[in-house]
């Protein structure tokens, strides 16, 4: 029979093409080449980014730099919650990771061999404050002296994170960390000690890495350090702690930095996508990210909580003052957006939020990380939304990326076009929206290397670069040839 040309999945087309009235024309006809010789002429490519648009990569200090017991650092909460049975996948710690303490140098001209101009680091505060506050540590800051000193000389901006989880053990347990204002008070002075230091240099800071997860996975579901599963009304109160130490390190760093400085947060805002692109959806996604967000970036943004925020919090809600609001809604710089997956699809609705959120359904891919869900317009909607809600002047991608296998084919290559399929979309999105005006001013690609990925330990690898953690030898993957393509080109590659 002539069918058995076909593969089910191509008469399946066919049949689907066939009912809804539409011709199927073999793929050689003159009639199909000429539609698709005269789609290719009128197709416009997106344009490539800003002249000015700023590529780097990323990466925290307790996934990357190990040397926990050198020059005098003190103990963090991920040093303490590692030490629990079961609290990471592979029972592993941070206590060498990629040993980038005694690497930087090496780190740097992988940066420099990508062609990139910026990068992302966390410091330390146990290096910085062994015990959280009081007399600091002159030799921590002597590694991140170091660090931006190299950076600098390679021709490589350093745009520094001030909070990516490292909290001083001592806070933790003499304050409960989070849970008290106490700590957002210290938090603020380590950001002043730091600046004071550091902005003769460093021009960009970011105050707080990702809310959002250091409140619910370590506060909440116990799955982060400090590994606590408080009521609804502390884990409230962590975040607004959280945001008010956010808004006093901003004022710190106004106060005790160089003319020039630049300050703003680096947040996962929770990711409300238009199911459909049509006005209703799209005004009911701006809607959806400004209360799912309200927490942290609408208060941090607007001054104030929403009322329906307050309203479904009821008696649970944080304990604030006025102050505090003024506190946290310091003016800021630019917003820093760690944009990974979509976390809601939105459809419009004739009900009191003027949204519904569609549920995923089974089928719903994902990478080699399960929760991690490829949504690729999600890089067009975070910063559009964030850029239009909240009349936000400058954004960047503070992370991007995705794990994967990373097996090494039989030539010694890792092949890992996932991660490329994965990042060619998503800057795709990227380049669609800062081709519409949305004000994106660069991109920090999660990671420059594997690393400790917190309670996954090793068994997740989001480098560009593969990291043999007997070794520490750094071998590029393809995506790191991706990326110095893209970087050059100015335009996904």
């Known amino acids: 029979m002539p069918f058995k040309r076909f593969s089910r999945r ?3 087309k066919i049949a689907g093409w066939s009912a809804l009235g539409t011709s199927v024309l073999p793929a050689g006809s003159g009639l199909a080449q000429s539609d698709a010789d005269t789609a290719a002429r009128n197709r416009k490519p997106l344009p490539g980014f800003p002249s000015d648009f700023l590529w780097g990569t990323a990466t925290s200090a307790y996934q990357i730099e190990g040397s926990v017991h050198e020059d005098g ?34 780190d740097i001209q992988l940066m420099k061999t990508l062609g990139a101009k910026a990068y992302r680091f966390s410091i330390a505060w146990p290096r910085i404050f062994p015990d959280g506050a009081g007399a600091p540590n002159p030799e921590g800051l002597d590694f991140y002296n170091h660090l931006v000193d190299e950076l600098l000389a390679n021709g ?50 970011f105050t ?65 996508i238009p199911a ?36 479904q919090a009821g008696k649970a809600g944080p304990k604030y003052t006025a102050e505090d609001l003024r506190i946290i809604s310091s003016p800021i710089d630019f917003v820093g957006l760690n944009v990974y997956m979509p976390d809601h699809y939105v459809v419009a609705a004739d009900n009191e939020r003027g949204f519904t959120l569609a549920p995923f359904p089974k089928s719903f891919p994902h990478m080699k990380a399960t929760w991690l869900r490829p949504g690729p317009e999600t890089m067009y909607w975070v ?80 480098g560009l670069y593969h990291v043999d953690f007997e070794t520490q030898r750094r071998t590029p993957k393809l995506s790191a040839s991706f990326y110095r393509e893209t970087i050059a080109r100015n335009a996904v590659a």
Request: proline residues 4%; glycine residues 8%.
């Open 208 to 272: 707080i890495n990702e809310c959002s997860r250091l409140v619910h996975l370590g506060h909440e579901y116990g799955a982060d350090a400090p590994g606590l599963k408080l009521s609804p009304s502390d884990v409230k109160q962590v975040r607004h702690n959280v945001a008010l130490g956010h808004g006093l390190a901003v004022q710190a760093i106004r106060a005790n930095g160089q003319a020039g400085i630049k300050v703003g947060p680096a947040e996962n805002a929770v990711s409300c």
């Open 156 to 205: 490589i901006q350093p745009f520094a994170t001030l909070y990516h989880w490292d909290l001083p053990q001592t806070l933790q347990d003499r304050f409960g960390g989070w849970t008290s204002r106490d700590t957002s008070k210290a938090f603020a002075d380590y950001a002043a000690h730091v600046t004071a230091r550091l902005s003769d240099r460093v021009k960009h800071f």
């Open 73 to 106: 650092r003190g103990p963090s909460i991920w040093d303490r919650f590692a030490e629990k049975p079961g609290a990471i996948a592979d029972n592993s710690n941070g206590d060498i990771a990629t040993d980038h303490y005694r690497l930087y140098k090496q």
């Open 10 to 12: 191509q008469f399946g």
């Open 383 to 462: 910063p559009r939304h964030v850029a239009k809600l909240w009349n936000v002047k400058s954004i960047y991608i503070t992370e991007n990326g995705t794990s994967g296998s990373d097996q090494p084919a039989a030539d010694g290559t890792i092949y890992d076009v996932d991660r490329i399929m994965y990042l060619r979309n998503y800057l795709t999105q990227l380049q669609r929206a800062t081709s519409e005006g949305v004000p994106v001013h660069g991109y920090f690609l999660w990671s420059l290397m594997d690393n400790f990925e917190w309670s996954d330990g090793y068994q997740e690898r989001f």
């Open 276 to 311: 459909v692109e049509t006005p209703a959806n799209i005004r009911a996604a701006e809607l959806a990210t400004r209360e799912l967000n309200a927490g942290y970036l609408t208060v941090m943004l607007e001054g104030k909580y929403t009322d329906a925020y307050l309203a």
